[in-house]
């Protein structure tokens, strides 16, 4: 069997199993499994770029995909006039000043001599900026988010198209991205795993805990869409005259177009990234990224700037992960920072890049529909199965009762079993690199 | 000015806390610094190992409870840690066999390890939910304090409270026995020392007749020990909860690398210096300087550097200072 | 890319994640081949040597090397001849596509590493030959560890033979000076009361001064009955206290004779030597 028939077997067969989940359960269930299934591709292909070209070793995705969710609230709310009254100003001069002051002590590192004085002078600095910090930031905090705080208390967005969040996305996480790098990424070696880990569990702590930017816990839901809303196709003679020729009732009908609409966007999303990944491998600059990877030392007597190189494939692979998670919360209309789990958005992602083939794009974006497959259709299987296996013992059964309780919890371990498995029998994953 | 006052307000809300959960991140810490140091990777399951160990003696304290075992003033669930030890000694030398032992006989490169690492945490984690639920467990029992605010206050008529809770006590003696127990075995015990060759020069330990398989199965054995212990110590402060102690793993993580990856005190100091940055940064200090500061000139705000909600911030910030400036960490570790 | 999937790390090189330091290169077997008696020959014999890394090209062609009891014997030859590969070979640290090794009348050749230290050998590696972030006493101690019985004895001959060590037996051995830390190497290898000691390049490095003091106390770990099989940088030197000398070039033997013979050979000094 040549490999190209083997790999597009394989993709017919994830194809198949939405299918089947179309014709068994409800077509709404399928169309959700495909929708995140190309999201999860397009995170994939981003951590690809990563591990896959560069080897690097990046377990904060979760922290690149909630950048993404904020883009979205940031880009495509209405803004708040009230609050930015109140103390819009105030906070941003606060945040500027942080900044300042972070500024001005990395200038002082640089342009003073080592030794005491320095150490002392940036001291200063940072401490006596921090409590200016605070002085400005805390009232106009207080004030923003005192303004309507049911229903707004945040200062809102741009009001701008919400199709022009992803791109902001996917800025926003190269903006994170640039910054970690440029810290983590050393000369001989780096510390780009903990610096991830961390930065991704600080961003969730922002979200959750900065009201003024993004409600925090209290979500922003009704989040402006790119397709209308299945309430208005109801409500249009036409969509109903329509869908009713082919036998569809217009509530289904609307929420399938929807749903479908979201497919058709996502796909052309998932297949121009796809396309450029595939461009950017073939092209000069990838082939020096992988020669650059299979030996760096060589690489670098020929002059190539292994660092720079590596913050460059860094900030691009972060940036594609901010684009699906500006298109994920814009799938689900709302912002809930409380959601942003680091086992559904960095290790998840993870067991999708190793399943799916490392190094190879292509093998990325299957793992991701596979693994989201399974990870959505795990749960009802292993409840099925629980059910086989206890149904001769009684209902009233406390093991019974337990094992049919924890059913939820198989998913977690099938995708570490998955994980082994492919990693010990096909380590080069479903579809490996060339 | 009110300075014996103020002492005490510090000791009870930042010294006593800081000290136990700085105990509790130490003793994570060296699990996390031994695997470093010997199998050569960074273990993402430490923290569902912890969980793990935890869990069984959870249910062993319980089943101690329901035949009406207890240790008078201490909680049973010390009684239960042995069986807990064993229980995770028991999961990690059958993860190895059937998962780490391949990949060393293939001499595969660390970072792989890493990634195997991260699909036996998805399994040990699903193992904890699937068996005793993701929800919080209280399983403490006996005396609940050594020291009591009000009779603190009694015998020494101060108007500031010291509370010492008896689980934040038995941390703190516990911590101090095994981590000397820990450093007696490395430093003088035949098998310590074959397992630090190891750790330093694995093919020299090999020229010299040290068997690595035997060192790797110590390795595993203190790991389930250290980790159950730091994980029961954690649960009986604070409460039992598996997706807290996958979470631990940050400042564990941090803990270790700030003391010098692969460094045992490096280990304990990392974990102290993160307990007290965390703690002293996200307290608020109003009562403090309101007993220290001349009278009128008293703060009215709450005077807390950060939100408690930031205390991975903290930890991680201390990190990241640490590797700016000393990329091995305090205690010369094995990194860069 | 590497052929082996799991060895693949993608020039990864994160520190917080992974520790590359003081990694093994030497694959670990416990199940040793067997050993069968092949009386006669000299000690210690690797006779017709073939063989390379792997699956990789042959470095060694019909290559041998031996050492008698009480001598000392020196494998020379210019960069790349494969001196050191010919050692590793005697050490069962490389495939032998054919030839053989013996030792004390047992041919070895089936054995892995760990075996033929178990049966003996003592081996001193060029690079990583010390435990660096251990004392200088742990070092032996640890240089012993096959052994069960009482060790003071062996550590009190090293120390009389090596007494700066004594002196710095509580230190770091990676504290000490090039020399010093040659002067460990060989001690530790000496621990397990071995019957034949192998050391390659044991000089490298190390001052001129230094590297004399070095070869006056392999003559005196040869004086107490172990036979010593070296490979040797500084030619000259090496054969001036060789018993018997090996000029390999390419993997293959090109002269052999006692040291004085090689010495005097005037192709040898012609060619190796500089004139």
Known sequence: ?434 | MDLLNAIVAIANYVLVPAISYGSQLALGALGVTLIYGILRFSNFAHGDTMAFGTMVTVLVTWWFQSLGVSFGPLPTALLALPLGILGCMALLLVTDRAVYRFYRQQKAKPVILVIVSMGVMFIMNGLVRFIIGPDDQRFSDGARFIIKAREFKQATGLSEGLAIKTTQGITIVTAVVVVALLFWFLNRTRTGKSMRAYSDNEDLALLSGINPERVVLYTWMIVAALATIAGVLYGLDKSFKPFVYFQLLLPIFASAIVGGLGNPIGAIAGGFIIAFSEVTITYAWKKVLGYLMPEGLQPEGLVQLLSTDYKFAVSFVILLIVLLFRPTGLFRGKAV | MSDNPWQDDRGNKDASITNKEGMGTVPYSSEAGGAHPAPGGPFLIGEAMTGGYGKGPDILHECTVAVDRGEIAVIVGPNGAGKSTAMKAVFGMLDLRSGSVRLDGEDITDLSPQARVARGMGFVPQNNNIFTTMTVEENLEMGAFIRTDDISETMEQVYELFPILREKRRQPAGELSGGQRQQVAVGRALMTRPKVLMLDEPTAGVSPIVMDELFDRIIEVSRTGIPILMVEQNARQALEIADKGYVLVQGRNAYSGTGKELLADPEVRKSFLGG
Do not use: C
């Not at chain 1, 179309?22 to 190309?38: E, K, R, V, Y």
């Not at chain 1, 904060?60 to 930015?84: D, K, N, Q, R, Y």
């Not at chain 1, 083939?357 to 299987?381: D, R």
């Not at chain 1, 309780?405 to 490996?432: E, N």
């Open chain 1, 1 to 434: 069997m040549n490999e190209t028939v083997k790999n597009v077997g394989l993709f017919a067969l994830v194809g198949a199993l939405i299918l089947i989940t179309g014709f068994m359960q409800s077509w709404n269930t399928a169309i959700l499994i495909l929708n995140m299934g190309l999201i999860s591709a397009i995170m994939s292909i981003g951590v690809n770029l990563q591990w896959g070209f560069a080897g690097l070793f990046n377990v904060g995705i979760m922290g690149f995909v909630a950048l993404g969710g904020l883009a979205v609230v940031l880009t495509s709310m209405p803004p708040v006039t009230e609050a930015w009254a109140a103390g819009g100003l105030r906070v941003l001069s606060g945040l500027l000043l942080g900044a300042a002051t972070i500024a001005a002590a990395v200038i002082a590192h640089r342009k003073m001599r080592p030794g005491r004085t320095r150490g002392v002078v940036m001291i200063v600095i940072l401490v006596g900026g921090f409590f200016l910090y605070r002085a400005v930031f805390d009232p106009g905090v207080e004030a923003v988010e005192a303004v309507n705080p049911a229903g707004t208390g945040y200062l809102g967005g741009l009001g701008l198209p919400v199709l022009l969040a992803w791109p902001v996305g996917g800025l926003l996480a190269a903006g994170a991205a640039w910054l970690i790098g440029k810290t983590a990424l050393g000369l001989r070696s780096d510390y780009l795993a903990i610096a991830t880990l961390g930065i991704a569990e600080i961003i969730i702590a922002v979200l959750k805990n900065e009201d003024w930017l993004a409600r925090g816990v209290k979500n922003v839901v009704g989040l402006p869409r790119p397709l209308p809303y299945e309430i208005e196709l109801q409500n249009d003679p036409a969509f109903v005259a329509r869908v009713a020729g082919f036998g569809l009732d217009p509530v289904t009908a609307s929420t399938l177009y929807v749903k479908l609409g979201y497919s058709v966007l996502f796909t052309v999303v998932l297949l121009i990234l796809l396309w450029m990944a595939q461009m950017a491998l073939k092209s000069p600059w990838g082939r020096m990224m992988r020669a650059i990877r299979d030996n760096e030392v060589a690489a670098e007597a020929m002059g190539k700037d292994v660092t720079a190189r590596h913050l460059q494939i860094f900030v691009l692979g972060s940036a594609i992960v901010g684009i699906a998670g500006a298109m994920m919360t814009t799938l689900d209309g709302q912002l809930t920072p409380g959601t942003y789990q680091p086992l559904r958005f960095t290790f998840l992602i993870w067991v999708m890049v190793i399943v799916g083939g490392s190094g190879n794009n292509f093998g990325a974006v299957l793992g991701a529909m596979l693994i989201w497959f399974l990870w959505v259709q795990v749960e009802p299987i292993g409840l099925w199965l629980l059910q086989v296996l206890t149904s001769g013992m009684a209902d009233a059964n406390p093991l019974k009762q337990h094992l049919l309780d924890s059913a939820a919890h198989m998913r977690l371990l099938t995708m570490g079993v998955i994980l082994l498995l492919v990693l010990r029998f096909s380590p080069r994953g479903l579809i490996p690199e060339k």
